[in-house]
Structure formats: structure tokens, C-alpha cells
């Protein structure tokens, strides 16, 4: 792979952080792998996005283009009017950064950047999260050159020639932190709840209530809390716990989530599949509360993946009770060998390799597209 210049990797996708990270993951992976590598992130017009390319030293650019899952018919036909300017700005960004391959990480950006990629002959990757593959990447399966997948495809969604089990990047920090032996704090147990960017409102009320309430005032007393609520739950949710004299440390975001694994014993979240993989990395047993509402009910089969390895007890909001949590929260924390046991069952389902696994598909496309060309 030693041309003439370094290496040019285009990534694209977007729209949750759950698209991002895996992407900077690999991102880091292939500069570790080839100093000197030039990456260039087509996404969306989040200023997140841009933030969070921009503390790990990437650049991004973006295309105009819309969801089409899910929409009303007013904004299903403004998504498919504006998709052939989406795939023309994708070609202007392509020829001029000249990517060696281009990898795909979901989210409806996806589609043009991949397709534009595929037209003008450039290797195409795609990444798969979640064990449900969205509507971006299942059209794409048929053109691209290489499915990498997160967790196995057992409902046979992708044509099984072109798929490679990788597992999901998780970034550096987070797989540094995996290597560093962990045991409970002196001041005590701690958990931490993570709802996630969306639907972290029935959650956080749910936990809220199980630590201020009668249900566990007394089971989960000297529990100290983390807790990352979202904007709109983050002023009621410290207050709740300042006035129950619950030792909790809340915001809106973590921006440092290894400080936050790093301290945790038991966690309580939604079920995104960056949240699992990193979970699993770290060994860190789980309470799993999927987003009903996620496309396709994905979440719920993500956590469905880790609790049958034994790491994590899943339970749908609509069955979980104020009481039932309280009462899952204080049986977890309180047996050490229980979260001995179910820790070991993530590291168990972990692939910590994921990232380099990608960069070896992709290194795979890269040496025989040169070795085509004669370079």
C-alpha cells in the first residue's frame, strides 16, 4: 500500500453518535496502521459531528439529504427531490479528496456518498452496528464490495459472500482503558445510567424514581449515581437527587466517557449498539432497557445478543416497573460474583479487534484495486 501519496480513506454516515464513534475508531485504526493516512468524513450538518471530528484532528464536509424512513408524504417527497443533488455534491467531494475506499457507517448520508463512490469505480465498504441493518445500508448491500458486521446476521438480511464479522470500533481511549484492571471503589458501588441521545426520558424517570422513591430508599442506599440525562431532563433530574440526598453526579452529556466506564460497577441504559460494544470491551454488566421505538425494534435485539451470552438482564419499558428496577438494580449490586460473572460473559461477546478487522477489509480492497491499475 506504499504509493506515491499516503493513503486517502472517505468515511460517511451520521446522524447519531452511534454512527460517528465506530467511524473515528477505524479512523484511528488505519492512521496507527499507516502514519501519514488522510481522512476526510462526509456526514451531516450537526454541529456534534464537527465538534467530535474535530477533537480527534479529523475534517468532515457534508451533503444536503434527508431520511426517507418514517416520513409523512410532504417530507418523503422533499428527501427524494433533493437525493440527486445529494449524489452530485458526493461526486465533487470524491474527486477532489480521491479516496482509495470509501467506507460506509449507516445513517441516511450514507446512501448518495456510498452510490456516487460505486459510480466512479472507488472500493465501497459498508458497516453494519446493529442487528438490524437500516434502510441506508440494506439497499446498499447489492452494490458495495464488503459488508463488515457488528454482531452475526442471523435473519441472512445481507448476502452472505460479501459479509465479514468484525465486531463494532470502539474508540482508543475506551480500548485503552479495557487493558486497566478495575475493582469497586472504597467509597462503594456505582452505577451508571446512560439513556442514550434519544428516548432518554422514560428512562430517566424510571431510575430517578427507583433512587428517590420508597421502592428503593432502603435496598439501593450509599449506591453513587452517574447519570447522563440528555438536555431537557438535566436541571429536574439533579434536583431530584439533590433533594433525596442521592450522591449522584448528573449532566446533560459526558464528554468523557472513559472517566465514566472507569469508575462504573454496574450500568443501567438504553441498548445502542456503540453503548454495547463498549460495554462489552470493558466487561461492565448491564441493565438494558431498549428504545421502543427504535427502527425495526433494533435495540431490542442488540441487548437480545448479550443477554443470552450471560452479561446483561433485559428488560421493554413497558413491562419495567419503579419497583422491578429498584429491586434488579439492588439484587445486581449487591452480589459481587453475580457481576463477576456476568462481566466476564461481556468480555466473553467482546471483539476487541473490530477496528483492525475493518482496516483489513479495507486494506484488502485498497491492494487489489493498486494491483489492478498496475501501481
Not at 214 to 233: P, V
Amino acid at each position: 500500500m506504499s504509493g506515491r501519496r499516503p493513503i486517502h480513506l472517505m468515511l460517511t454516515g451520521g446522524g447519531t453518535g452511534g454512527h460517528l464513534f465506530p467511524a473515528i475508531a477505524a479512523a484511528e485504526a488505519f492512521c496507527a496502521e499507516y502514519p501519514g493516512t488522510q481522512v476526510l468524513f462526509v456526514g451531516t450538518k450537526r454541529k456534534m459531528d464537527a465538534v467530535s471530528l474535530g477533537n480527534h484532528g479529523f475534517t468532515g464536509c457534508s451533503v444536503d439529504c434527508y431520511g426517507l424512513k418514517g416520513k409523512n408524504p410532504i417530507e418523503l417527497v422533499r428527501a427524494l427531490l433533493v437525493l440527486p443533488l445529494s449524489f452530485l455534491q458526493a461526486i465533487g467531494h470524491i474527486r477532489r479528496f480521491r479516496p482509495d475506499v470509501v467506507l460506509g457507517v449507516g445513517g441516511y448520508v450514507t446512501g448518495p456518498v456510498v452510490a456516487a463512490a460505486r459510480a466512479l469505480g472507488i472500493p465501497t465498504v459498508i458497516h453494519e452496528q446493529n442487528s438490524v441493518p437500516g434502510l441506508a445500508n440494506r439497499k446498499l448491500a447489492a452494490i458495495v464490495d464488503r459488508i463488515c458486521l457488528s454482531l452475526p446476521d442471523s435473519d441472512g438480511f445481507f448476502p452472505g459472500r460479501k459479509c465479514v464479522l468484525t465486531g463494532n470500533p470502539v474508540r482508543q481511549g475506551i480500548a485503552d482503558l479495557a487493558g486497566n484492571l478495575r475493582s469497586e471503589s472504597a467509597t462503594g458501588l456505582t452505577v451508571a445510567v446512560l439513556g442514550g441521545s434519544q428516548g432518554a426520558h422514560a428512562l430517566n424517570m424510571l431510575v430517578r424514581d427507583a433512587f428517590c422513591g420508597a421502592a428503593g430508599s432502603s435496598r439501593l442506599h450509599g449506591i453513587r449515581l452517574i447519570h447522563q440525562t440528555g438536555e431537557k431532563d438535566e436541571a429536574e433530574i439533579t434536583a431530584s437527587y439533590r433533594q433525596a440526598g442521592v450522591p449522584a453526579e448528573v449532566a446533560a452529556f459526558f464528554r468523557d466517557m472513559t472517566s465514566v466506564y472507569g469508575r462504573a460497577d454496574l450500568v443501567v441504559s438504553r441498548a445502542g449498539a456503540t453503548t454495547l460494544s463498549e460495554l462489552a470491551v470493558l466487561g461492565l454488566p448491564a441493565i438494558l432497557v431498549p428504545y421502543p421505538y427504535a427502527a425495526d425494534n433494533h435495540q431490542e435485539k442488540n441487548a437480545g445478543y448479550y443477554v443470552a451470552k450471560g452479561g446483561a438482564l433485559m428488560f421493554r419499558e413497558k413491562d419495567l416497573t419503579v419497583a422491578l428496577l429498584a429491586e434488579q438494580i439492588g439484587q445486581v449490586a449487591g452480589d459481587q460474583g453475580l457481576r463477576e460473572k456476568m462481566g466476564a460473559a461481556m468480555r466473553q461477546a467482546a471483539m476487541p479487534e473490530a477496528a483492525q478487522a475493518i482496516v483489513a477489509v479495507c486494506r484488502q480492497l485498497i491492494g487489489g484495486k493498486m494491483a489492478g491499475s498496475g501501481l
